[in-house]
Each structure stands twice: as C-alpha cells, then as structure tokens.
C-alpha cells in the first residue's frame, strides 16, 4: 500500500518525467513518436522510482527504452533540477515499458474475432448446422 508521501512524489516524478522524455525526443529528431508516462512507482524509503512508459509506435519501444536507461544519469540530473524545491533527493530512476495497453488491444481484438485462432478457415463449412 503505498502512502501519501509516496502518491505525491510520484506525481512529481511523473509529470516532470514526461516532459523531459518529450523535449530530449524532439530534440533528438524522433518526430511521431510519443512517449507517455503510465505510472510512476516509488519505494518506501523514497531511494528507488518505478517509471512505466508507454511508447507510441510500439516498434519504437524497445530502441527508446535503451536509449532512456543509458541516459538515465542525465535525465536524473534534469530531474534535479527541476524538482529542487520539492524533493530533497531524487531517487534512483528504474525505467520500463508498460505494455498493459498492448495487452488490452490484444484482448479487444481476440474478442472482437479480428484474430481467429482458428487458422484453417475451411474446416469450419463441414460442420453440420442444426
């Protein structure tokens, strides 16, 4: 359960978080490309944040991911910045990809029939109908 105190520096986190994903994006000529911040999680004694980015388009994630975690000194640094009036320590930053959302599109489309697992379409006439 995670209390206020961790709830409000997440918020921080997370919204100071999205902007400098987005500005080091666009300044790195990655036009397109979104990069939200789903959720931010910190750990009891404030020392480790949890960042869950979803990344649009997908195929992107992977490469961004990378590219965030080697640059992760820096962007706790910008952070710091940032953030000085609120937090006294910026924890350590751990990012990964929230694929909850591709998750849940691939529920939708196994619902919606767009995926039929039933590869072999013409062993569906034989049956009899009653």
């Given at each position: 359960m995670e209390t206020q105190r961790q709830k409000k520096i997440g918020g921080v986190?997370?919204?100071?978080?999205?902007?400098?994903?987005?500005k080091a994006a666009i300044e790195g000529g990655l036009r397109g490309v979104?990069?939200?911040v789903s959720k931010v999680t910190v750990t009891t004694d404030l020392s480790i944040a949890k960042?869950?980015?979803s990344i649009f388009p997908n195929k992107e994630a992977k490469a961004l991911l990378e590219g965030i975690?080697?640059?992760?000194?820096?962007?706790?640094h910008e952070l710091a910045q940032r953030t000085k009036n609120q937090l006294r320590r910026v924890p350590e930053l751990l990012f990964f990809i929230d694929d909850?959302?591709?998750?849940?599109?691939n529920i939708e489309k196994s619902l919606k029939g767009e995926e039929n697992p039933i590869e072999n379409r013409d062993l569906l006439d034989k049956r009899k109908k009653s």
């Amino acid at each position: 359960m995670e209390t206020q105190r961790q709830k409000k520096i997440g918020g921080v986190i997370q919204k100071d978080i999205v902007d400098i994903l987005q500005k080091a994006a666009i300044e790195g000529g990655l036009r397109g490309v979104i990069i939200s911040v789903s959720k931010v999680t910190v750990t009891t004694d404030l020392s480790i944040a949890k960042v869950y980015l979803s990344i649009f388009p997908n195929k992107e994630a992977k490469a961004l991911l990378e590219g965030i975690q080697s640059n992760q000194p820096l962007i706790k640094h910008e952070l710091a910045q940032r953030t000085k009036n609120q937090l006294r320590r910026v924890p350590e930053l751990l990012f990964f990809i929230d694929d909850s959302l591709e998750y849940i599109e691939n529920i939708e489309k196994s619902l919606k029939g767009e995926e039929n697992p039933i590869e072999n379409r013409d062993l569906l006439d034989k049956r009899k109908k009653s």
